[in-house]
């Protein structure tokens, strides 16, 4: 993939860019050459717009394992595609939710049956990470 190195500056409503560059050393020099600027590095094409055109589904599993699916109705910008939200018994109970589900994440895919295949591998992957396993 393709990646972009922006020269910006300034902060908050000042913030702005200066120049943009295909090269990382050009951009770092420029940087150098210019008071209080930063590189900031993107990778051009990185979320796959398909994505954005299957339905998105809130994939929850219980401390029994029992994974369930749901439509997620998102109303505005969905953050934090495929990511598993860990919730452990400790935060639940302050928040609210109901203290048997673990893990949960919001996936794109066509079908049920696909969205929670995508999260039970999220889950297993995000079980070992924690287990130190990766």
Same mark, same amino acid.
């Not at 210019?34 to 051009?44: G, I």
């Not at 999220?122 to 130190?132: E, N, S």
């Given at each position: 993939m393709t990646e972009v190195h922006i020269v910006t500056s300034g902060s908050y409503s000042d913030y702005h860019i200066v120049a943009v560059y295909s090269d990382l050393e050009? $951009?770092?020099? &420029?940087?150098?050459?210019?008071? $209080?600027?930063? &590189?900031?590095?993107?990778?051009?094409?990185?979320?796959d717009p398909e994505q954005y055109r299957l339905p998105f589904w809130r994939v929850q599993q219980d401390v029994s394992g029992r994974i369930q699916a749901r439509t997620h109705h998102a109303y505005g910008r969905v953050k934090n595609i495929n990511t598993v939200k860990y919730l452990p018994l400790r935060i639940m109970a302050h928040s609210g939710l109901s203290s048997d589900i673990?893990?949960?994440a919001v996936v794109s895919a066509s079908t049920e049956d696909d969205a929670i295949k995508i999260a039970a591998d999220?889950?297993?992957?995000?079980?070992?990470?924690?287990?130190?396993i990766t």
């Open positions: 050009t $951009a770092t020099m &420029v940087s150098d050459r210019m008071y $209080a600027s930063r &590189v900031e590095s993107y990778t051009l094409d990185e979320l673990e893990m949960c999220l889950f297993a992957q995000h079980r070992a990470t924690r287990a130190g």
